[in-house]
């Protein structure tokens, strides 16, 4: 991996540029991901946070932690989001290295146990992520995957990819 991954809350001068780049990716409203990034740049908890993995002055991934991922189980929190990696860099082991970093940055921060909403499978098992159940993501016509990540527990190897 030839990129550098920043916690936004320690990179504030990033904050518009990854806005902007998740906005383009996921089509959530660019105020919603502006927001969300200055509040985990304040410091007031452990969610929200935002991460990109960044190769010179491209970013070329990320991910978010938040509350909720638009879906109905509030007691599922919080939330892995917004993962992506650019195409051309897919495969070189960066969406691996974000989830490693999300995971032991929240458990610094008071969180062992993560989830994620997804329609994949078989991509978040080899890095310790663990099949849970199916929830019916807001506006969605078919439910998504569950999944979820335990520092230390029943999860397997946190953070750790299987090569």
Known sequence: MSCVIWKIREHPELLDRAAEWFHEKWGVPLEAYRESMAECCTGG????QWYAAVDGDEIVGGMGVIE?????RKDLSPNVCAVYVEEA???QGIAGELLG?????????????LYLLTDHDSFYER????FLCMVQ?????????????TQGGEAGQAGTAVV
């Open 45 to 48: 908890g452990a969610a929200p």
């Open 68 to 72: 909720n991922d638009f879906h109905p």
């Open 89 to 91: 860099r897919r495969c």
């Open 101 to 113: 970093l999300v995971c032991a940055d929240m458990a610094e921060l008071g969180v062992d146990t």
């Open 127 to 130: 890095y310790g992520w663990r």
């Open 137 to 149: 993501g807001d506006g969605e016509a078919e439910p998504s995957r569950m999944y979820i990540h």
